[in-house]
């Protein structure tokens, strides 16, 4: 299966091809990276498993602050990641022990990023108004626009070069787009809804 979504950035980034090995009753263990269905629609979901025990499994994405609100049961689970392919590369995901100290060093940086940028925040949006690096960018690397059919629905990504440095989600408002790359982007230019983006690319 492929992954897409932000929770377990950077363990796994969208677009990885995942490697599933089924549980088949194996135990499952703090640090597991898992696959099961959400039990609030059904929907899978790749999540790190934060605790196990007889009353049930919780699991906490690498890239989120909060466990996850349920306790999922051992018949939810699709299976336990063990690798990922990116690109031409093969890549292990690191469980048990190992796999729960990168999810906490991953969970601090991302807690010291959130802080920096709270400080910076106020000059990173005034510069991102201006534009001025927009102009700065060659033409062949400008940002631009594509939309993607999902399971869930259309997403729209943001390119620079090969680059995807924003999106708009399925199921989601607004664009994401990722520090720093608002100061290369006009964003009166984005389009304000999925559905201005009919084609497969937009300029």
Not at 89 to 103: E, K, Y
Not at 160 to 171: A, D, E, N, Y
Request: aromatic share 8%; proline share 6%.
């Amino acid at each position: 299966m492929n992954y897409i979504g932000p929770s377990m950035t950077p363990t796994l980034k969208s677009g990885d091809r995942l490697c599933v090995s089924p549980c088949y009753g194996q135990k499952i263990k703090r640090g597991d990276v898992i696959v099961f269905i959400s039990p609030e629609d059904g929907s899978r979901v790749v999540h790190r498993v934060v605790s196990s025990n007889q009353s049930g499994i919780r699991t906490r994405g690498d890239n989120n602050n909060n466990v996850d609100p349920w306790l999922l049961s051992h018949d939810q689970i699709l299976g336990r990641v063990f690798s990922v392919e990116r690109g031409n590369r093969r890549r292990r995901v690191f469980d048990g022990p190992l796999g729960r100290l990168l999810a906490l060093t991953f969970r601090v940086i991302h807690a010291v990023d959130s802080y920096v940028s709270f400080l910076l925040r106020p000059a990173y949006d005034e510069l991102a108004k201006v534009s001025i690096f927009t102009r700065l960018l060659p033409s062949q690397i400008r940002p631009r626009v594509i939309s993607l059919n999902r399971a869930a629905g259309k997403e729209l990504q943001l390119l620079m070069g090969k680059r995807v440095i924003g999106r708009w989600l399925p199921g989601h408002s607004g664009w994401r787009i990722r520090r720093p790359f608002r100061l290369f982007v006009d964003e009166a230019d984005l389009p304000e809804n999925v559905a201005e983006v009919s084609g497969v690319r937009y300029e």
